[in-house]
């Protein structure tokens, strides 16, 4: 099983991912964040081992510097945005993949797997 956690500002959107990743086998979501101080928490606690992280989390929340933070917890990133402006950033910020929100469905499952 590949140990999922899933970081994003919108409900709906972790809601979304979570029914999409429990309706395919081989995946379990462990947790699911909004910001970044609780998905460090999670990380900590649960060992993921790979975070689907938002690269626009509300506030004082930068989803790079988390994912910065995550990579030092040895757990890998795939970046998501709809802006895809940041996908260079994500990307020379340590994340292994990044999708846009558009194509997750698409492209989440193998990125996941290809991963771990």
């Known amino acids: 099983m590949i140990r999922v956690l899933i970081v994003d500002d919108d409900l709906r959107v972790r809601s979304a991912l ?10 379990d979501v462990v947790g699911e964040a909004a910001g970044s101080a609780a998905a ?4 900590r606690t649960l060992a993921p081992h790979v975070a689907v992280v938002d690269m626009h989390l509300p506030g004082v929340d930068d989803g790079l510097a988390l994912l910065r933070e995550l990579m030092e917890l040895n757990v890998p990133v795939v970046a998501i945005s709809l802006d895809l402006a940041v996908r260079q950033s994500a990307l020379d910020a340590g994340a292994s993949r990044f999708l846009d929100k558009a194509s997750v469905p698409e492209f989440l499952l193998d990125a996941l797997r290809q991963m771990t």
Do not use: H, I, K, T
Not at 18 to 27: C, S, V, Y
Not at 40 to 43: I, R, T
């Open 18 to 27: 979570r029914a999409f990743l429990d309706a395919n086998p081989g995946f």
């Open 40 to 43: 460090l928490e999670l990380a």
